[in-house]
Every structure is written in structure tokens, then in C-alpha cells.
């Protein structure tokens, strides 16, 4: 079976344009969640889904939105891209969404 | 929100040696997880261990709930087990807590 896989693998965008990350969870999962990694610290919380519904936000604005397809694959959606938003964009599947999560390879976002 | 400490933030080992990493967590928790983030970012899942021990070859992993906290033992460590390991904890059952990671390096 395929893990959990996203797409790009790296992106250069300018500030103040918008761009789109995809994730495909684990066949069988439906919860995904989106964390954000900063260079040198842990990965911060950004959305859960569980069968489509939203199911936590962290604390970031509201640039910041996802959705979940019927499929349960799912995109996150940053507007007015600003330079502190470059960052590794992680995403993660389980089963239920109340644990044993398992990670992608991440997006690498580069806001220049 | 909840509060995830890990120690030492670095650590530089020589091939073979053993280390022990803690995590300490301010609440009680329905997950706690560890992770393994290699140099390309990969996030690969070590251990699920709410409380308990487990071990998986040269790895192994002691939470006590009741005190908090988390030990993930490594033995004989090999040079491709540098890297940053992460704890992240779960409290409400819907998104992960990370600790800021300690830095392993295992020299040849």
C-alpha cells in the first residue's frame, strides 16, 4: 500500500500570491491532518479533518484553509503568501484521527 | 495548551554508544507518539505509546503516564540513526502536540 503522499515536493512562490498543497492519506483513512514545520522547530498544528468535517483548526489565520474530498484526500490553501510562511508543510493520516499517525514526505513552501 | 519538553536538545554520540532521550509532557494525554525526521523531513513513526514499554530491534520506548513523561532508549547506535527525534503528544484527540526535538549525531 501506498503511505501517505503530497504533492509538490517543493515550491518557490512570491509574496502575496496563493498557492494549493495536496495530500492522498493512507487507502482506508479518513482523517488528515496539516502541520506546518518552521526550520528548526517541531511541527505546528494547522487542521484535522475527519470524513470531510473540520474537526480542529490551530492558531493561524485565516489565510490559512483546507478541505476534504469524498475521497478523503485533501488540499490546504494559503492566500497572500507572506515570507514567514515559507516552511516545510507536512501532512499526516490515521484511521480514526485519534492517533497512530503516519506522516508524508512534506511539500517544502519557499515564499520569496 | 499542553507543554512538550525534550531532552537534551542535542546530542553527538560515537558509533555503538547508547543514549536515552526524555520527553516531558504538562497533561494528561490519549497519545504520545515518536518520531524520527531524517535529513529529507521525512516524519517516520517510531513508536505509539500511551503508556507502557515497547521495543522494536535496537529501539525502545518507556511512557509513564501517571509521571508524564517519556524515555526512548537507543542502543548501539548506528550513524544512520542521526537525525532529529520528536515526541508529540495528543490531548483531545485530534491533533499533535510536538516537542522543539532532540538533535542526534552519530560520528563513524
Known amino acids: 500500500d501506498a503511505g501517505v503522499t503530497q504533492s509538490p515536493t517543493h515550491l518557490i512562490k512570491t509574496r502575496g500570491q496563493h498557492v494549493t498543497l495536496r495530500c492522498s492519506p493512507i487507502?482506508?483513512?479518513?482523517?488528515v491532518s496539516w502541520y506546518q514545520q518552521v526550520l528548526g522547530q517541531g511541527p505546528q498544528f494547522i487542521f484535522q479533518?475527519?470524513?470531510?468535517?473540520?474537526?480542529g483548526r490551530g492558531n493561524f489565520p485565516d489565510r490559512f484553509s483546507a478541505r476534504q474530498f469524498p475521497n478523503y484526500s485533501s488540499e490546504l490553501n494559503v492566500n497572500a503568501l507572506l515570507l514567514g510562511d515559507s516552511a516545510l508543510y507536512l501532512c499526516?493520516?490515521?484511521?480514526?484521527?485519534?492517533?497512530?499517525?503516519?506522516f508524508g514526505s512534506g511539500t517544502r513552501l519557499t515564499v520569496v | 495548551g499542553i507543554q512538550v519538553e525534550q531532552s537534551p536538545p542535542d546530542l553527538i554520540l560515537q558509533e555503538g554508544a547508547n543514549s536515552t532521550l526524555r520527553c516531558n509532557f504538562s497533561d494528561s494525554v490519549n497519545n504520545l507518539q515518536w518520531f524520527h525526521q531524517n535529513p529529507w523531513g521525512q516524519l517516520i513513526n517510531l513508536f505509539y505509546?500511551?503508556?507502557g514499554t515497547k521495543q522494536n530491534g535496537r529501539l525502545s520506548a518507556t511512557t509513564v503516564a501517571t509521571e508524564r513523561y517519556s524515555l526512548l532508549y537507543i542502543s548501539s547506535s548506528q550513524t544512520t540513526d542521526s537525525g532529529v527525534y520528536f515526541c508529540?503528544?495528543?490531548?483531545?484527540?485530534?491533533?499533535?502536540?510536538f516537542g522543539e526535538g532532540t538533535q542526534l549525531t552519530v560520528n563513524p
Open positions: 499526516a493520516s490515521s484511521l480514526t484521527g485519534h492517533y497512530g499517525y503516519t
Open positions: 487507502s482506508g483513512h479518513k482523517s
Open positions: 508529540a503528544v495528543d490531548l483531545s484527540g485530534s491533533r499533535l502536540t
Open positions: 479533518y475527519y470524513e470531510k468535517e473540520e474537526r
Open positions: 505509546i500511551p503508556s
